[in-house]
């Protein structure tokens, strides 16, 4: 009895309310509870009214918890909406910009690039000249753009194979199955 008394002791100072609503919980099991129930008769009326308030304590306890935890779990549920928000968002800059980018390339850069994404990158030989654009820039400028590796052809003489950059290849190759298109202006690529 005295670890009983110890234990409601350190629950007191711990956990109070859910402590008194248990011993009240306990108690009024015990006064509902004819002398002829089998448990009551089995653990005696000290252990019976112990065993409910425990029951009652534990209940009380994980409602306190689920309480204390609803704007926490609210909260983080806010955040995780915002963030899917934001990086829709930054998605859609992301994919707009490389719209305009392609938008902005010669039909022959173009063309090289449905091409990549038709033969599934593999390397080709291209002659880079002739798909620059006159007043520009080009994609075969751009080492993230595009790869170039030199290698000795059947004749021997050095040949330049090309393939587009990895994460740029990517990033076209997952805006093409999700949109269904590579710039602003739906183009038949022979894919489709």
Not at 23 to 32: C, D, T
Not at 52 to 62: N, R, W
């Given at each position: 009895?005295?670890?009983?008394?110890?234990?409601?002791?350190?629950?007191?100072?711990?956990?109070?309310?859910?402590?008194?609503?248990?011993?009240?919980?306990?108690?009024?099991?015990?006064?509902l509870t004819p002398e002829t129930?089998?448990?009551?008769?089995?653990?005696?009326?000290?252990?019976?009214?112990?065993?409910?308030?425990?029951i009652a304590i534990i209940v009380?306890?994980?409602?306190?918890?689920?309480?204390?935890?609803?704007?926490?779990?609210?909260?983080?549920?806010?955040?995780?909406?915002?963030?899917?928000?934001?990086?829709?968002?930054?998605?859609?800059?992301?994919?707009?910009?490389?719209?305009?980018?392609?938008?902005?390339?010669?039909?022959?850069?173009?063309?090289?690039?449905?091409?990549?994404?038709?033969?599934?990158?593999t390397p080709q030989v291209l002659?880079?000249?002739?798909?620059?654009?006159?007043?520009?820039?080009?994609?075969?400028?751009?080492?993230?753009?595009?790869?170039?590796?030199?290698?000795?052809?059947?004749?021997?003489?050095?040949?330049?194979?090309?393939?587009?950059?990895?994460?740029?290849?990517?990033?076209?190759?997952?805006?093409?199955?999700?949109?269904?298109?590579?710039?602003?202006?739906?183009?038949?690529?022979?894919?489709?």
């Amino acid at each position: 009895m005295e670890g009983l008394t110890d234990a409601l002791k350190v629950l007191f100072e711990k956990r109070f309310m859910p402590t008194v609503i248990g011993i009240v919980a306990g108690i009024s099991a015990y006064a509902l509870t004819p002398e002829t129930n089998g448990l009551l008769q089995k653990l005696g009326r000290n252990w019976y009214v112990a065993l409910f308030a425990g029951i009652a304590i534990i209940v009380v306890s994980l409602i306190q918890y689920i309480i204390k935890c609803l704007p926490k779990w609210k909260n983080h549920r806010e955040v995780c909406r915002k963030n899917q928000e934001y990086d829709l968002k930054e998605e859609k800059e992301r994919v707009q910009d490389l719209w305009d980018y392609i938008d902005g390339l010669s039909v022959r850069e173009r063309e090289i690039i449905e091409l990549f994404l038709e033969n599934g990158n593999t390397p080709q030989v291209l002659n880079r000249y002739s798909y620059q654009i006159e007043y520009g820039r080009s994609i075969f400028d751009n080492p993230k753009l595009m790869k170039e590796h030199t290698i000795l052809d059947d004749k021997g003489f050095q040949t330049t194979e090309y393939v587009l950059g990895e994460s740029f290849y990517k990033e076209l190759l997952y805006i093409l199955n999700k949109y269904g298109r590579i710039s602003n202006f739906k183009e038949d690529l022979k894919n489709d």
